[in-house]
């Protein structure tokens, strides 16, 4: 029996939270100890919430408004972190993945299946924004980097979709998403992508995790460049220590990190202050040339942790 706020609360009703939260369809995918983690939070902060939901009967607390606004804030705070970035359906997303294998097992040509490569990165609200600028994107950061040979790619996405835009013929791309559903996803397309030279392979990771586990990335080989887009925003409002975002750059295994960061709020106003000074104080800090450049709603750090002037 969960203990919070010094209270005995029911696995019972702890479940039926979690279970309410991800019945929106949007929410479904995200991990239910993410969802438990995050209700945990939200009651810390709340004794009365609490004292009210343990001595509720369970077959009608979700009646209560008190119970209901619980409901409200931490599905706030998970579409910010996860389902704002959701355009379609599970299914939809599945279903253009069929038609991809399909294209492919006729063609066997990846050129003739950059609209379909399209229809799914219009899935994924950033990977979305990104479409009529991936071959710049790209093209600017290997002008740095140079063509890389192994890819790491953390907090994904849908962004290994965008493969074809990379124009590379032969790489080992190594992805790390929170939830499993999108690994499971992300693997399917890397088998079907092999014969094309993408040689990938996903894995379920909380990055927060760096902060207790030093060695979270020892399941990545030693990377040429490791691809961090839109990450830190989205680990912030799942809540994080100040340091994650220095340690996540520090650790990875990888000589260049891309860091990309959104010029945009939620609600598509543009931000005031588009520049991160963090990113560029951390450069200094350990010696660490950088690039930076930027498209229509993203700007994106280069950073080269050799130091190389740039």
Request: glycine share 4%.
């Amino acid at each position: 029996m969960p203990i919070i706020q010094g209270i005995a609360f029911t696995e019972e009703l702890l479940i039926k939270l979690i279970d309410d939260v991800r019945e929106k369809k949007e929410l479904g995918p995200v991990e239910r100890n993410i969802v438990r983690e995050l209700l945990v939070k939200e009651l810390q902060s709340n004794k009365k919430l609490v004292i009210f939901l343990a001595e509720h009967e369970l077959r009608t607390v979700d009646r209560a408004s008190k119970y209901k606004e619980l409901l409200k804030n931490v599905r706030a705070k998970l579409r910010k972190a996860y389902g704002m970035f959701q355009i379609e359906g599970e299914r939809d997303k599945w279903e253009a993945l069929e038609d991809l294998k399909k294209a492919i097992a006729k063609k066997h040509n990846v050129e003739v299946t950059e609209g379909l490569h399209r229809e799914l990165l219009k899935t994924h609200l950033s990977s979305k924004e990104r479409l009529g600028y991936y071959d710049d994107i790209y093209k600017q950061i290997w002008q740095v980097t140079g063509k890389p040979r192994i890819v790491i790619d953390v907090g994904c996405g849908l962004n290994p979709i965008s493969f074809p835009f990379m124009r590379l013929n032969k790489v080992d791309y190594y992805a790390s998403e929170l939830n499993t559903q999108d690994v499971n996803f992300l693997n399917t397309y890397f088998n079907i992508m092999e014969e094309f030279g993408l040689y990938g392979k996903a894995v379920q990771q909380d990055l927060r995790d760096i902060i207790t586990n030093p060695y979270l990335f020892t399941v990545f080989p030693r990377a040429d460049v490791c691809f961090m887009f839109k990450l830190f925003d989205s680990v912030k409002v799942l809540g994080k220590p100040k340091t994650i975002d220095e340690k996540l750059i520090e650790k990875v295994p990888a000589k260049y990190v891309v860091c990309s960061f959104s010029t945009q709020t939620i609600g598509a106003r543009s931000m005031r202050v588009v520049k991160r000074d963090w990113v560029e104080k951390l450069c200094m800090r350990h010696g660490w040339a950088f690039k930076k450049f930027e498209i229509e709603n993203e700007v994106f750090y280069v950073i080269d942790k050799h130091g190389v002037v740039i």
